[in-house]
């Protein structure tokens, strides 16, 4: 029948536009083509000209990935302790950092920089971690090969000698003239310390005279713990191609996140087993995320407090009437799902008898779910990451999202689904609860929480916001900043 058909997904519709190759066996991994059914269509269209990057990329990755006679040459280099001139074949490695949102925000920040710097992108993919996501580029692999040289990520520090700040202080690269130095004067590889050390990302990195030295590195490893994707288009030299696969720049990590991610169909049973089963067929989803951070304890009451302060101020749940409505409001039956991702089940447990023991003025259903409460962050389990993983899809399918200041758990989710949070804002470092309960975001990009020094050399200091029109700062990390 006509309806049925019209249902169907189109196939233009399972590759997200073109965002998604086609050279993919489905059954391999079934997220890439099913998730996107759980959500509404994506708000921002993608840029011809990012697609054509992505193909070409596919076919770089292709001819000098893992397993390749480039490969092996490189790796060869790398061992011999050798920079070579021209290369055919340049690669960065990515080393993981913290729990698994920062992690997917740097695999994207380090992948967009892989393209506009045109690098292969390798993925050191530590026992947690193994079996999270499906390969996203078709005829290779993104997973460094265990003979890499340089695997031990405990030499990957901001003192490591390889690290590019410090070969510039140690005389070993300078930066005054990037073009009378040669490839092969280089040391075989560079490190990149990408952290928001003292919540300052290193300066001398997103320079043009810096990049013009680090692009001659064939071989980069990488290390960070920050969406540091806003730096990259405040890198003077990167600023037109970036503006050219962004129009909208608002979208960078809601394309490329989409484009990277696909949960295995292990983490795909979860994340589909749980849908099917409580959010499907309800009237409208709405999510709550509440992380709370060690460095910045809250007392359950007040953070609850501040919660339903949130969903009161902002409309975001039904209010609670006194007694059993008539049944005649537009509303009346509707059911509206909360979905709450949380660490503990407190939050989870009051809301719930909150709906339960009450009826709502209007007659809506309130339903309220969980999937786990770990109590316990554990960066190294690989059972307690599918979890998170699958939480993060979740909380990506509701149409609401209401999430903690701070988190990269919640940016990732919001930033999928393409859709502008309520923010929980961390009280002051003085203060234990909030004055304001939540603010709306104003862009579904994630936060870079420690932005890079713009000037460069100059080393004075200019506020991004001011004379970028594409970056401003969060509403949760006052000194953060966001493409919008
Ligand atoms: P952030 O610390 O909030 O920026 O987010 P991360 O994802 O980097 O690190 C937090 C880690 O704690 C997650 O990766 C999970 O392992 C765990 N975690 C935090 N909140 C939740 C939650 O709501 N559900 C689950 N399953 N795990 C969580």
């Known amino acids: 029948p006509a309806t049925a058909t019209k249902s169907l997904p189109q196939p233009q519709d399972k590759l997200l536009g073109g965002l998604l190759s086609a050279a993919f066996e489905e059954s391999s991994c079934q997220s890439r083509y099913k998730s996107s059914l759980y959500r509404k269509k994506s708000p921002f269209p993608l840029s011809?000209?990012?697609?054509?990057?992505?193909?070409?990329?596919?076919?770089?990755?292709?001819?000098?990935?893992?397993?390749?006679?480039?490969?092996?040459?490189?790796?060869?280099?790398?061992?011999?302790?050798?920079?070579?001139?021209?290369?055919?074949?340049?690669?960065?490695?990515?080393?993981?950092?913290?729990?698994?949102?920062?992690?997917m925000l740097t695999i994207a920040s380090t992948f967009l920089y892989a393209l506009i710097s045109n690098r292969v992108l390798l993925m050191h993919v530590a026992a947690e971690q193994e079996g999270l996501f499906c390969e996203p580029f078709p005829g290779s692999s993104w997973v460094l090969p265990g003979d890499?040289?340089?695997?031990?990520?405990q030499g990957l520090h901001i003192g490591a000698p390889e690290s590019y700040v410090n070969m510039l202080k140690n005389n070993v690269v300078r930066n005054d003239d990037p073009g009378s130095v040669s490839a092969s004067s280089l040391p075989p590889y560079v490190y990149l310390h990408v952290e928001q050390f003292r919540l300052k990302l290193s300066d001398n990195?997103?320079?043009?005279?810096?990049?013009?030295?680090?692009?001659?590195?064939?071989?980069?490893?990488?290390?960070?713990?920050?969406?540091?994707?806003?730096?990259?288009?405040?890198?003077?030299?990167?600023?037109?191609?970036?503006?050219?696969?962004?129009?909208?720049k608002?979208?960078?990590?809601?394309?490329?996140?989409?484009?990277?991610?696909?949960?295995?169909?292990?983490?795909?049973?979860?994340?589909?087993?749980?849908?099917?089963?409580?959010?499907?067929?309800?009237?409208?989803?709405?999510?709550?995320?509440?992380?709370?951070?060690?460095?910045?304890?809250?007392?359950?009451?007040?953070?609850?407090?501040?919660?339903?302060?949130?969903?009161?101020?902002?409309?975001?749940?039904?209010?609670?009437?006194?007694?059993?409505?008539?049944?005649?409001?537009?509303?009346?039956?509707?059911?509206?799902?909360?979905?709450i991702a949380s660490l503990y089940s407190g939050y989870y447990e009051k809301i719930r008898g909150m709906y339960y023991e009450n009826p709502t003025k209007t007659g809506e259903i309130v339903a309220v779910y969980q999937p786990s409460h770990e109590e316990q962050q554990q960066y190294t389990s690989n059972e307690h990451n599918q979890k998170a993983l699958a939480e993060i899809y979740l909380l990506s399918y509701c149409d609401k999202i209401a999430m903690s200041a701070w988190s990269t758990f919640g940016y990732v989710a919001?930033?999928?689904?393409?859709?502008?949070?309520?923010i929980l804002l961390r009280p002051d470092w003085d203060k234990e609860r909030s004055e304001v309960a939540c603010v709306r975001s104003t862009s579904v990009e994630p936060c870079l929480h420690s932005p890079p020094i713009l000037?460069?050399?100059?080393?004075?200091?200019?506020?991004?916001?001011?004379?970028?029109?594409?970056?401003?700062?969060?509403?949760?990390?006052?000194?953060?900043?966001?493409?919008?």
């Open 48 to 103: 011809p000209y990012l697609v054509q990057k992505l193909r070409k990329y596919e076919a770089y990755h292709k001819k000098c990935g893992p397993g390749t006679k480039r490969y092996r040459k490189a790796i060869g280099q790398l061992k011999a302790g050798r920079n070579a001139d021209n290369a055919e074949c340049k690669y960065v490695v990515w080393f993981p950092c913290n729990g698994l949102g920062n992690r």
């Open 148 to 153: 890499f040289p340089h695997n031990n990520p």
């Open 205 to 248: 990195i997103f320079c043009d005279e810096d990049q013009l030295i680090l692009n001659k590195f064939n071989w980069m490893i990488l290390k960070s713990d920050s969406y540091f994707a806003p730096a990259l288009f405040m890198t003077p030299m990167y600023e037109k191609e970036l503006e050219k696969m962004f129009p909208q």
């Open 250 to 339: 608002e979208s960078v990590f809601h394309h490329l996140g989409r484009y990277l991610f696909h949960p295995t169909n292990k983490v795909w049973g979860i994340v589909s087993r749980y849908y099917e089963a409580y959010l499907a067929r309800v009237d409208e989803k709405i999510g709550f995320q509440i992380r709370i951070f060690p460095e910045k304890p809250i007392k359950f009451e007040n953070m609850y407090d501040q919660l339903t302060r949130c969903i009161r101020e902002q409309r975001l749940l039904p209010e609670l009437g006194t007694a059993e409505p008539a049944n005649t409001t537009a509303e009346a039956g509707k059911v509206k799902a909360v979905l």
């Open 414 to 422: 919001y930033s999928f689904a393409g859709v502008k949070p309520w």
């Open 455 to 484: 000037s460069c050399r100059a080393k004075k200091e200019v506020d991004a916001a001011t004379v970028k029109p594409y970056v401003r700062h969060c509403e949760d990390v006052g000194f953060g900043l966001k493409l919008f």
